[in-house]
């Protein structure tokens, strides 16, 4: 895949992450599903943020997290989604650009602002999301540049797209145009509650090979087949899809594809601060990993890696170079 | 001082922090002198941003960090500051009243945007600031309010507002104020390269008894006695301020007296991952335990616990509880 000029682009939100940290009781008054990701408007977030602790703003969004985690593996990375011409929307376009990533989709000048998602951590590390997509949700067909998808190893897609109606055509337009060019499509399951609201849809693009490869987490495998059975859920799974990886936090991750199954051991971490990110990262390791043609098992454990270290601080995007840290541990030269 | 409304009261540079990592050679390729802060106008900050790597956003302001911490202790505290009606200065805002701090300053309506400190961590932990003060140069004499400096047992005032000539006044106005109530008036020189600028007037502020209590760390104490020799410094401290604490990072701090020198030692720290706020929570614990009335011993122990908090996180304000932190190290009932 050298002569490509990516080897992943991520379609997803585009979104700035709000962060405060919270205590358990502050979820349950709120009806807050911890662990989970809730779509609020504009009005449920000003009084959410009024409501909030003090906060710290850092770019977000689940598929421009990986991509940056991929750029920061050493990865030539491209992300497209849709922020306004404001101020939260300028914070996202520098960072995500100063990690290395190209960047070049037109932001709004009007509509809503730039799309944030309130992220609350309880003492325990977890994090539970509120998301307001704003100008994100604004994502359109004509945002995807033909050229730049089929010129991509791999395309990378956040289930989450699925919510807004345009950016579902977006989503399938450059599945389509990724396929036709002989590449890669992959997609994340995001959340299980998005699981639920668009269960057959997903299942229908995983069965019907527009999906090439699929990461998910416990809970939204659990989800996707309804059975809170884990053996049960990757069996059905293990007859759906051609490639999956599903991560399970501290009990690391499995392998799953047509022929068997492997586990592969999460890298072990001193403190868990904020899991924010954890699924994001995990997936950047893995489709390095992947875009460099290495063994699935070793793509998952630069994936472990990259998990590990997003989640010993706040925020979802790397501290230091993912590159370095993987050669330092020896899994990468 | 129980009978107060406020145990301290805060003026400074209202600012938002935009963090990144930086190598050494990217300050030594902008002229920049690490460790210390530089003012910048508008058009150097946008091209400093434009440079930078990743970023994240998080209220700062040096006295705005040490009320914040002071909060954080359960100390009654205020803050007034400026900002702009914009979204920096909406996250300014809300993140002082969400730490519990009393904030009405009135934010412009036009003119400059809300001030921004840029601040490249360096790999040892080292910060180095460029400012833009933006909104905050125009806080002005009108916008402190007499009632609420009369009733705050201390006023605690930052060395950087002596660069905008309004905020200037409206320091001046404010401790006079406070003297005129009987209360107590603290300093922090804020930046060896700021007492560089207006040695003389801050020294005529600390011999004319403008101040009570002042808080320099050892290149500001320096800078403004014209010594590399440490021992000189003190003694001509000791000459001219009341109540004087010196910080030494890892050497921990020196409380100065006419009657005699007292050290206090650090508290350790596994790994410093940035120093910003180091200086401002260390004020913070002191000024908690000042009005309080503990022994200064006692105080600089709080200030130093403090410290220890913030420079193990990127950012200048605590993320956890001090007030509980102090409890856990039994420096607090």
């Given amino acids: 895949m050298a002569g490509l000029r990516f080897d992943v682009l991520g379609i997803g939100n585009a979104i700035v992450d709000v962060i405060a940290r919270a205590?358990?009781?502050?979820?349950?008054?709120?009806?807050?599903?911890?662990?989970?990701m809730a779509l609020i408007d504009e009005a449920q977030a000003e009084a959410l943020y009024e409501k909030m602790?003090?906060?710290?703003?850092?770019?977000?969004?689940?598929?421009?997290?990986?991509?940056?985690?991929?750029?920061?593996?050493?990865?030539?990375?491209?992300?497209?989604?849709?922020?306004?011409?404001?101020?939260?929307?300028?914070?996202?376009?520098?960072?995500?650009?100063?990690?290395?990533?190209?960047?070049?989709?037109?932001?709004a000048v009007d509509g809503s602002s730039t799309g944030r998602c309130y992220i609350l951590v309880t003492p325990d590390g977890e994090r539970t999301l509120?998301?307001?997509?704003g100008a994100a949700q604004d994502l359109h067909p004509n945002d995807i540049d033909p050229e730049a998808v089929?010129?991509?190893?791999?395309?990378?897609?956040?289930?989450?797209?699925?919510?807004?109606?345009d950016a579902k055509d977006a989503f399938l337009k450059a599945a389509k145009i990724a396929h036709d060019a002989g590449r890669t499509v992959a997609l994340t399951l995001s959340d299980s509650f998005c699981v639920d609201r668009w269960r057959d849809e997903f299942l229908d693009l995983i069965r019907g090979g527009t999906i090439d490869l699929l990461f998910a987490n416990e809970a939204e495998l659990h989800s996707l087949y309804q059975t809170s059975d884990f053996d049960t859920a990757v069996s059905a799974l293990?007859?759906?899809?051609?490639?999956?990886?599903?991560?399970?936090?501290?009990?690391?991750?499995?392998?799953?594809?047509?022929?068997?199954?492997?586990?592969?051991?999460?890298?072990?971490?001193?403190?868990?601060?904020d899991t924010t990110g954890a699924g994001d990262l995990f997936a950047?390791?893995?489709?390095f990993?992947?875009?460099r043609e290495l063994a699935n098992e070793d793509a998952a454990r630069l994936g472990a890696l990259a998990a590990a270290e997003?989640?010993?601080?706040?925020?979802?995007?790397?501290?230091?170079?993912?590159?370095?840290?993987?050669?330092?541990?020896?899994?990468?030269?």
Same sequence: chains 1, 2.
Wanted: charged share 20%.
């Fill in 284 to 287: 950047a390791g893995f489709l």
């Fill in 238 to 273: 293990r007859a759906d899809a051609r490639l999956a990886v599903v991560t399970r936090s501290a009990k690391g991750c499995v392998i799953v594809t047509r022929e068997n199954t492997q586990a592969v051991h999460a890298t072990p971490v001193d403190r868990v601060v």
């Fill in 130 to 133: 509120n998301t307001y997509l």
């Fill in 23 to 36: 205590e358990d009781d502050f979820l349950v008054n709120h009806g807050m599903h911890k662990g989970g």
């Fill in 150 to 165: 089929a010129a991509a190893a791999i395309t990378y897609l956040e289930g989450y797209l699925w919510d807004p109606k």
């Fill in 310 to 333: 997003v989640i010993q601080h706040l925020g979802a995007r790397p501290e230091i170079s993912l590159k370095a840290l993987a050669q330092d541990n020896g899994l990468l030269d």
């Fill in 53 to 107: 602790g003090p906060t710290i703003e850092v770019s977000g969004g689940s598929a421009a997290n990986t991509i940056v985690g991929a750029a920061s593996f050493g990865a030539r990375a491209a992300f497209v989604g849709k922020v306004k011409k404001d101020t939260l929307g300028q914070v996202f376009a520098h960072d995500i650009r100063a990690a290395g990533v190209a960047f070049a989709t037109p932001p």
């Fill in 289 to 291: 990993g992947f875009a």
